[in-house]
């Protein structure tokens, strides 16, 4: 295990612990004091501008040099969160998103490139603190885990009419977000929502050949209701 992996896996473990302190510190706040949220968003992808340039396969002649990098990509999320009291709350929720993957041959004067959108599936569970309760808008930020599954990418080269997929590793990561609720009115239980997410993320696939870090800004911007 590289040295980066273990301090992720370390780091992961820190945020778990410090999620679950949070939790044991709000739990003896009075029940009734309670609120249930739901949030849907629309969601886009920042990834970082990490680029892999690697010799590979090894041993042609002449050598063949790979660049794989990501664009940008969207999707959708659903989370709900209970909160302990005014100010901290608890939250499980869904993202189905997709980045660009992009891969570049050359050998030579000559270039082949191909593309293909990789699928993340995060399951997300966090806590929030909130430092606005009961004003005219509700500003919060936190912490979360996510585990973290990804489809391949299948890279159609029709320059040379072949095709090469990468498999990528799923994992545990964690990231840091704050957001804005926005209530429609001052009576209203619906709310607009828009939140920022930085995620502490990687694509390893091959065996770590396509080992690439993304550590993407996520926004998610959307509608919610509050009971």
Do not use: C
């Not at 709900?80 to 608890?90: A, D, I, M, S, T």
């Not at 293909?116 to 808008?137: E, K, T």
């Not at 320059?159 to 957001?179: F, H, I, N």
């Amino acid at each position: 295990m590289n040295r980066s992996k273990m301090m992720k896996k370390a780091l992961t473990v820190a945020a778990m612990l410090a999620v679950l302190t949070l939790v044991g510190s709000g739990a003896s706040v009075a029940q009734e004091e309670f609120t249930w949220l739901v949030r849907g968003h629309y969601v886009h992808v920042w990834p970082g501008s990490d680029t892999l340039s690697v010799e590979n396969p090894v041993g042609e002649t002449p050598p063949i040099f790979t660049e794989f990098y990501t664009d940008g990509g969207n999707g959708f999320n659903g989370e709900v969160e209970y909160l302990f009291g005014p100010r901290l709350g608890v939250f499980g929720g869904l993202t189905f998103a997709n980045m660009k993957t992009n891969l570049e041959l050359r050998q030579g004067n000559d270039i082949a490139y191909a593309d293909d959108r990789v699928d993340m599936r995060q399951f997300n569970l966090g806590a929030n603190y909130h430092f606005l309760p009961g004003g005219s808008f509700d500003f919060y930020a936190g912490a979360l885990l996510s585990w973290v599954g990804y489809s391949s990418s299948t890279f159609n080269f029709s320059q040379v009419d072949r095709d090469y997929q990468v498999k990528y590793d799923d994992e545990l990561s964690w990231g840091l977000q704050a957001g804005v609720d926005i209530p429609f009115g001052q009576d209203s239980s619906w709310f607009g929502s828009v939140q920022a997410r930085y995620m502490f993320l990687a694509l390893e696939g091959d065996n770590n050949v396509y080992s690439l870090t993304v550590d993407p800004v996520q926004g998610y911007f959307g509608i919610g209701y509050r009971w």
